[in-house]
């Protein structure tokens, strides 16, 4: 299976288990107020074990294709934990998780786990909306003295924001699928109506002027 057949194979487990909801009519109102057609919980997958051994399969494949076996997975809390751990499992080698931000209590730690100053690092996420709370944690184990190799995620919603964040933080993303490909898929498969592509796409090149006209 190459990747675009993996990406095309995703999309449409993600929109079989409902991980992925679109509903143009009515939008969802994400965790930052943000209106949006297209809701996403990637965290479903773990509930299904044949979608959770595709994910690790995939994720594992494109690591070693594009980065190599690193030192290190680590996974971003809280989405990211449990894929990057399965898929460091996969691959024998060392996991830690990093938090949104430091502990306000204990030890104060960002970075559990151990990271040796001078470890390479692949970062596994399971979603990317606008990139700020991924590269968060990439800064974080670059003050650990991490060597971030890239960053792999489920899903990424494509959003022009996300892409220059990561361009400006130096920070290779790979993802399993994304926005273009789902909608492409959920018209195919008519889990919406072609009538509502117009207002998928709007959507996805002024996600805040779309948002703020349904308020």
């Known amino acids: 299976m190459n990747d675009q057949e ?37 965290r479903i997958t773990l509930s299904f074990p044949q979608i959770r051994t595709f994910i690790r399969e995939a994720f594992t494949k494109m690591c070693i ?3 190599g ?15 990057g751990a399965l898929v460091a499992q996969e691959l024998g080698v060392p996991f830690v998780y990093v938090r949104s931000e430091k502990k306000s ?14 470890s390479s690092v692949v970062v596994v996420e399971d979603l990317i909306s606008t990139g700020k709370s991924s590269l968060a944690a990439v800064s974080a184990l670059r003050e650990k003295g991490a060597v971030v190799k ?12 996300a ?12 993802t ?15 889990y919406v109506r072609e009538e509502d592509l117009f207002t998928l796409m709007e959507w996805k090149q002024n996600p805040q002027a779309w948002s703020d006209a349904r308020m």
């Open 150 to 161: 890239g960053m792999m995620a489920i899903f990424s919603y494509c959003l022009e924001v």
């Open 69 to 83: 076996k690193p030192d290190i997975i680590a996974g971003v809390a809280t989405g990211g934990i449990p894929q």
């Open 6 to 42: 993996t990406s095309m194979a995703l999309a449409n487990f993600l929109l079989q288990i409902k991980a992925i909801k679109l509903n143009p009519a009515q939008p969802f109102t994400w965790a930052s107020g943000l209106k949006s057609p297209i809701y996403c919980d990637n």
């Open 105 to 118: 209590h204990g030890l104060n730690n960002q970075v559990e786990g151990i990271v040796p100053t001078g």
């Open 176 to 190: 399993l699928t994304n926005y273009d490909t789902l909608i492409q898929k959920a018209v195919a498969e008519n």
């Open 163 to 174: 892409a220059e964040s990561f361009k400006e933080n130096k920070c290779d993303l790979v």
């Open 65 to 67: 294709k594009k980065y």
